[in-house]
């Protein structure tokens, strides 16, 4: 089994490429990324020059490009995206030429060398496309049976590609599958994100700056466990079919501070209070019965406390990598590389 898998430098992609690596010895993967701020060939660094992983530097929106990458695999497991909501309410059009145009162009690329539809293609989503649930409601949990109502130009932006990867196996029968998941986390998560950017600051000595009055409610999940869901859903998903993967682990932003302060041995007085959000959705949370039922597949390293002690282990272990992030200084290294986007 050929993937190619788009976004594969990133935060989900890079740990997706180590797993089936590991995981699947007949698999191989192209990895096409064009490196944004958050692509970086460092996260695969181990296994680049091996013979089951070839990087291309190339945009998803290269539809001469992508089909060319198209014929020489047997299936797509989409991941590129611009994925930071923050980043989407200071500048919207980015995410809506990589995420609806990039995933319009990949699908109309496989319709061109696919025309019976042989080879599948996973579309990689988020739960934020549901809008947000009342903290009042703790009953109350999205499923793949509810209503888009998406509230950041980001999840708005994912809800247009689902509804293009929708329209595309309705239209042309084509074998889409649709995953929504909750916040992963992990290793190689760029650290303008909640649990790098607060584990990384405390080290640096720096306080972690924290939303609002804290009470948003995440579900966390373990990004190995995401990647094996969407391993799952590529192997034994049914076309058409959209299927939601959650780790049973919701906690509010404050309690997710208090957890690492605890973690990194530091005070309350390390919390600095920011002005929140604009349009913060309040609580995420996920029913993936369908998952379990249909597909067998349930997390098994989420489980907290110790799913996000692992995670703060990394970042704590790997200074070196998110040191060279934070400063810029990795973007030097591919600049001369690849070129800039
Ligand atoms: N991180 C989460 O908690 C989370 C939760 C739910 C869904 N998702 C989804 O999972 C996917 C991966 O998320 P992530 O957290 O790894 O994001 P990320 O920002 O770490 O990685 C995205 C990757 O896509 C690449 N990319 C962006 N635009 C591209 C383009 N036009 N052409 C080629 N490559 C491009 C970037 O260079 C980067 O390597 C995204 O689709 C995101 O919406 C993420």
Redesign the pocket.
Known sequence: MHILL????????SNFVRYVLRDRPGYSVTN?????Y???PENLSDVEGGPRYTFVH????DIELVTELMQKVDCVVH??????VDRSIIDARPFV??NVL?TQTLLDALRRVDPDNTKKFVH?????VFGDLPLDKPDELFSETTPYAPSSPYSSS?AGSDMIARAYHHTFGMQVMITN????HGPY??PE?VIPLFVTNLIEGKKVPLYGDGQNVRDWLHVEDHNEAVLAVLEKGTAGEQYCIGGNNERSNLELTHSILELMGKGEDMIERVTDRLGHDRRYAIDATKLKTELGWAPSRSAWPQALEATVKWYVDNEAWWKNVKSGAYRKYYETQYGSR
Do not use: Y
């Open positions: 788009t976004g594969g430098s990133g935060f989900i992609g096409l990324d064009c490196l944004t958050s692509g970086n190339g945009n998803i929106l991941m590129a995206a611009e994925s930071h030429e990589s990039g990689v989503s988020t739960d934020e994912k998941c909750s916040n992963n998560q760029f994100k």
